[in-house]
């Protein structure tokens, strides 16, 4: 018995938040062409989103209310998901409450939330845990922790405890949500992280849930939290 | 509309080789691939790109199946005189879109 004890020790340590320290944006695991990419403010992939999303704040009189977006939504995006009117909110749906035509993961919402979330780029995430938005934030950190699907996997196992290492032959990353909406090369386009959460669900196995759902968000805001004080880099470029 | 985007100099010296970076947003559908009915999806993709220099044509290119959605096209000419730059791309389903951009040589 004292023998699988010791057997299991390992196991438990290893399991844990990676430390400040040891944090990586999925940037630094990208190849030269892809951060390249990335880089390139002027004619990167993403610019032409950027480009609609700008369009979109006039059309929609975003500015009525907002005024100029460089100055109003600096830094705005680094502090969602946030509790508002009681209910945890993250960009998108912030960014639909008063246009609510736009539909998830339409390109127009695709567009305004990126311009909204490229104003604060290169800012630190800094989500406010208070008392309103602490039970949404265990409620991530469980489902983060706890195992799902028909392959019984946590996305811990991966993302906390065997990032660096291959998964079919793409390195695993350790789950930062630093860029989004990204430009993902595998989309050929742009997408929100409920859609890069679905993919995860599906490599799982686990039950898909709908974009906007309850447990995704909280999820968003412990990933969020868990990657506080890193830089924003959207919109990102990610393979 | 189609949105493109082209990244010229603004200045440069005569006889400088200068860099000129291209974006055109598209879908650059394959034709390969289907549907999960098992329809196939039609082709639907930039074939061309060209460039003139006040009026003469400098860059030149074709565009196939495999190149990836949203297309970045970068090429380089020589700064010979100051005037304007025309981009045109045109493609399947009647698809076209123009954008110019000048250029000063000092």
Redesign the interface.
């Known amino acids: 018995m004292r023998f699988f004890i010791l057997l299991l020790f390992p196991a438990l340590l290893c399991a844990g938040e990676i430390p400040p320290a040891e944090r990586k944006s999925g940037y630094e695991f990208m190849g030269r062409e892809t951060r390249a990419m990335q880089d390139d403010q002027?004619?990167?992939?993403a610019?032409?989103w950027l480009?609609?999303g700008e369009a979109l704040w006039k059309k929609l009189d975003c500015a009525g209310c907002h005024g100029d977006a460089r100055a109003s939504m600096k830094g705005v995006a680094a502090r969602y998901p946030a509790v508002v009117q009681g209910k945890l909110v993250n960009l998108e749906q912030q960014v639909r409450h008063k246009a609510p035509q736009l539909s998830y993961e339409s390109r127009d919402l695709l567009a305004l939330t990126a311009y909204v979330a490229h104003q604060s780029r290169g800012m630190p995430i800094a989500v406010e845990v208070n008392e309103g938005s602490k039970v949404y934030l265990e409620s991530g950190k469980a489902f983060f922790h706890s195992r799902q699907g028909q392959l019984n996997l946590a996305c811990a196992q991966c993302h906390d405890d065997n990032w660096g290492k291959k998964l079919a032959g793409t390195p695993i990353p350790q789950a930062h949500p630093t860029g989004y909406p990204i430009y993902r090369?595998e989309w050929?386009?742009v997408g929100s992280l409920a859609r890069r959460f679905r993919n995860c669900l599906t490599g799982m196995r686990a039950e898909l849930l709908p974009h906007g759902a309850p447990e995704l968000v909280s999820l968003e805001l412990y990933l969020m939290h868990r990657a506080r004080g890193m830089k924003l880099e959207s919109p990102a470029v990610r393979p | 509309m189609a949105r493109v985007v082209v990244n010229v100099p603004a200045e440069a010296k005569r006889g400088e080789v200068i860099e000129i970076r291209t974006l055109a947003g598209h879908p650059m559908e394959t034709g390969f691939r289907r549907t999960q009915l098992g329809e196939l999806i039609p082709r639907d993709i930039i074939r061309t790109l060209a460039c003139t220099y006040n009026g003469v044509e400098v860059f030149r290119a074709e565009l196939h199946p495999a190149v990836a959605a949203n297309p970045l096209v970068t090429f380089t000419t020589v700064a010979t005189e100051s005037g304007t730059l025309e981009f045109r791309w045109t493609g399947d389903n009647g698809f076209s879109a123009t954008q110019s951009a000048s250029i000063k040589v000092v």
């Open positions: 002027l004619t990167g992939p610019v032409l480009l609609d090369l050929q386009t």
